[in-house]
Every structure is written in structure tokens, then in C-alpha cells.
């Protein structure tokens, strides 16, 4: 069975730095890797999807890579600020398509102003 | 709608009473997906449409538990006899790409607000 470890739970840096979230997975045979962050009382947020045959994926100040023969995944976000306060989860899917994901508990950031 | 609906968003219900909840997702959305979240654990995949069947059940916890959906729109999670356990935030999420042909870009899942059920 799939497991998704995130570690750590909760992070809170000061406005401006740069960080790391990770994710790590048991079952390497995955086909997709998700990132996605939560604001409280809303639904998901999409932030970059992975596919299997590729290594990373950046989007604006975030950039995830995805090395699946080790089962990690990192999510880089860049001069970070207030409004990135939130709760990142990611997931693996084990086939094409979103049906099935499973997801790690989280890493709740707080940026510091 | 511009976005996917849920609804209630709220719940309070005793056990063994029955539930529905109700997702209305992104017009044109082909795939539709249930997850649960329950407190300090992490989203627990449920069921997927595509267009009305769902191919996949399994992930469903019990038979207490159904869904359907019609006209490749609205679907409804029901749940039967209600327990405990079953609090929880059920969320709804859609995506335009019919699961199977994956691409990237075009696969984003867009996922509602919620509905958080309490069971007393």
C-alpha cells in the first residue's frame, strides 16, 4: 500500500527566505506526482503536477522535483511572503489520470512578516 | 459555474441518520472525484466518474456508502446509518481530461470548498 510522508508538519520561516517542503513516497511505480495547497476552510489549490518521465516542473517562485527511484519529492518556493501561508500537500497517482491519488498529511507554513 | 459547489457546507446529524451531499462541478468537467478528509489524517480517495459511471468503486468504506451522478453533472455522495467514523470533510474535485488519457496542463483538478459532516 502507498504511503506519502511529509515532513516537517508545521514550518515558519521569515518573509523573504527561501524553503523546502518534502514529500516522500513508498511505492515508486507512480505515474504522476501532485502538489497542492490548502487554505483553511477552502477546498484544494492546484500547484504543479509531475509526471513520471519528468524531473521537475516550475511555476512562477515554486519549482517541484520528482527523483522516483529514491520516492522524494521537493517543492522549492522562492522569496517567500505572507500570502504563501498555507497547508502543502502532495500526492502520487498510481495510474494516468487523478482518480486514486494518494495524499500526504501536509506540511502547515507560516511566513512571518 | 466557475468553480466547483458543494454543498451543505456544513452538517450536523445524529447517528444512524442518512446524508446527502451534493457536488456541482465546473460545466464541462468529464471527471468527477470524492475525497475524504478526516481530522489529522490525509485525504482518503473515495470514488470517480467518468461521465455518469464509476468505474472504481472501491475505494468507498463501506456499503453504507453510494454515489451517482447524472446527465455527466451533479453528482450526490449518500450516506446510510451514519456513524461516528464518518465525520469528516467530504470534498469534490473535477478535472476536463477523462481519466486515463492523462495530460499535463490540461488535468488540473479543481476541487470545491467542502462539506464537513458531523455526526453527534
Known amino acids: 500500500k502507498q504511503e506519502v510522508t511529509q515532513i516537517p508538519a508545521a514550518l515558519s520561516v521569515p518573509e523573504g527566505e527561501n524553503l523546502v517542503l518534502n514529500c516522500s513516497f513508498t511505492d515508486s511505480a507512480i505515474y504522476n506526482l501532485q502538489w497542492f495547497r490548502q487554505d483553511p476552510g477552502k477546498g484544494l489549490t492546484s500547484l504543479l503536477l509531475i509526471q513520471s518521465s519528468q524531473r521537475e516542473q516550475t511555476s512562477g517562485r515554486l519549482n517541484a522535483s520528482l527523483d522516483k527511484s529514491s520516492g522524494r519529492s521537493t517543492l522549492y518556493i522562492a522569496a517567500s511572503q505572507p500570502g504563501d501561508s498555507a497547508t502543502y500537500l502532495c500526492a502520487v497517482g498510481p495510474n494516468f489520470g487523478n482518480e486514486k491519488l494518494t495524499f500526504g498529511t501536509g506540511t502547515r507554513l507560516t511566513i512571518i512578516p | 459555474g466557475a468553480g466547483v459547489s458543494q454543498s451543505p457546507s456544513n452538517k450536523v446529524t445524529e447517528k444512524g441518520k442518512d446524508v446527502e451531499l451534493r457536488c456541482d462541478p465546473i460545466?464541462?468537467?468529464?471527471?468527477l472525484y470524492w475525497y475524504r478528509q478526516s481530522l489529522g489524517q490525509g485525504l482518503e480517495f473515495l470514488i470517480y466518474f467518468q461521465g455518469n459511471s464509476a468505474p472504481d468503486k472501491s475505494g468507498l468504506p463501506s456499503d453504507r456508502f453510494s454515489a451517482e451522478r447524472t446527465g455527466g453533472s451533479v453528482s450526490t455522495l449518500t450516506i446510510q446509518r451514519t456513524q461516528q467514523e464518518d465525520s469528516a470533510v467530504y470534498l469534490c474535485a473535477s478535472s476536463l481530461v477523462v481519466p486515463g488519457s492523462f495530460s499535463s496542463g490540461a488535468n488540473v483538478l479543481t476541487f470545491g470548498a467542502g462539506s464537513r459532516l458531523t455526526v453527534l
Open positions: 460545466s464541462g468537467h468529464t471527471a
